[in-house]
């Protein structure tokens, strides 16, 4: 008889995890330490002014105003109303709360693959979705008071712009690859110039041009809500860079694909919906999804016409005489972040899912 076997070395456990990620060869143990010394040099400050000298929500102005002290979340928690909800009137709030429920309950439900009737859930999102959101928040109609967009503020109308360029925006794009790729010169120019022109200038430059230069050519009388001018203009400056993503996706599919559909008999539309586009759209996912993000960020400059959403809102309050501290701004700044990172965060990890649920042709 032999004599007994050493056990095996463990494969799996956080000894073996950081063995093979952290100290697997010389340069990956000093970048550890550097790792480790870095974060022991910012984390302990962090700490200090995000909770530790921090003051707490229910806290007065007078903390605040403490030499010394952190972040003044007793700020936040008593303008969080107008951070949300702008110079919407306070008893109307209901309105707005009822819109935000029926976006999360629609849009949840759609996010989910498995979830049965998208169907009647896509067009309950698409077509009943902003009826009743135009209802509910502006008013005017079924005893509704009515509020103007000009009372509108907050992260709702970072959301309203953000979600309504996000759903116009892609099949504008798909609609403007297609047409740049088409063999009519006509529809072919017309998406070129138009792709073109809007990628050669910035945002700021489309929504001063939105807010400034459209009412002098519109007739004498009518005017274009600020909120209108906002949507189109970042809704037509996302197409043009949604369309470049697409088209590169387009690009990326082997010829043989569009040759074998039109050999089925396929019509033009046909093939594009059911073969070539599908391949495309999932090849492409990441550069939509970065497209999106960077549309929820674009937000920000919404300011240039006149409308007040979720950053401007901040630094408005940010000079409130009322809550003036050492640490009022850099808080209101912290807050905003830590609400662009969470939206824009959640739409990261929600694409790299769709990523490892497509990808079917060869799993990692």
């Known amino acids: ?11 799996s456990g956080p000894v073996v995890w950081m063995r093979k990620n952290l100290f697997a060869t010389p340069s990956d143990t000093l970048l550890t330490f550097v790792g480790l010394l870095f974060l022991a040099w910012i984390l302990p400050p962090l700490y200090g002014f995000l909770i530790g000298r921090a003051v707490p929500p229910g806290g007065t102005v007078e903390q605040c105003r403490v030499e010394n002290v952190g972040a003044c979340w007793a700020y936040i928690s008593s303008e969080i109303d107008f ?12 309105r707005v709360n009822i819109v935000f429920a029926m976006l999360a309950l629609l849009i949840i439900p759609l996010a989910m693959p498995k979830v049965p009737y998208k169907r009647i859930n896509a067009i309950l999102f698409i077509v009943v979705f902003p009826i009743a959101s135009v209802i509910l928040l502006s008013g005017g109609v079924f005893g509704l008071r009515y509020v103007p967009t ?45 792709i073109e022109l809007i990628r050669a200038v910035p945002l700021i430059t489309i929504l001063f041009m939105a807010s400034i230069m459209l009412p002098l050519f519109m007739p004498s009388g009518v005017t274009v809500d600020k909120l209108l001018r906002a949507l189109v203009g970042v809704t037509l400056f996302s197409s043009a860079y949604m369309a470049e993503v697409v088209r590169g996706g387009m690009q990326a599919i082997g010829r043989g694909q569009y040759e074998a559909a039109a050999a089925l008999g396929l019509s033009y539309w046909k093939r594009m919906g059911f073969i070539i586009l599908p391949q495309a759209l999932k090849h492409v996912i990441p550069g939509i999804v970065n497209s999106f993000i960077a549309l929820f960020k674009d937000t920000s400059l919404v300011y240039i016409v006149g409308m007040k959403d979720l950053l401007e809102a901040v630094k408005t309050k940010n000079d409130a005489i009322e809550w003036a501290s050492p640490t009022q ?25 769709m990523e490892r649920r497509l990808n079917t042709g060869h799993k990692r």
């Open 329 to 353: 701004a850099i808080t209101g700044y912290i807050f905003a972040a830590a609400v662009f990172w969470m939206f824009c965060f959640s739409m990261s990890r929600y694409s790299q899912f």
């Open 150 to 194: 000009e009372q509108w503020g907050g992260l709702m109308v970072t959301l309203i712009i953000s979600v309504v360029g996000i759903c116009l925006s892609l099949p504008l794009g798909i609609i403007l690859a297609l047409g740049r790729q088409s063999s009519m010169p006509i529809i072919k120019s017309i998406c070129v110039a138009f």
């Open 1 to 11: 008889m032999t004599g007994a076997s050493p056990p095996p070395n463990p494969t």
């Open 83 to 94: 951070f949300i909800y702008g110079f919407y009137p306070s008893v109307e709030y209901w």
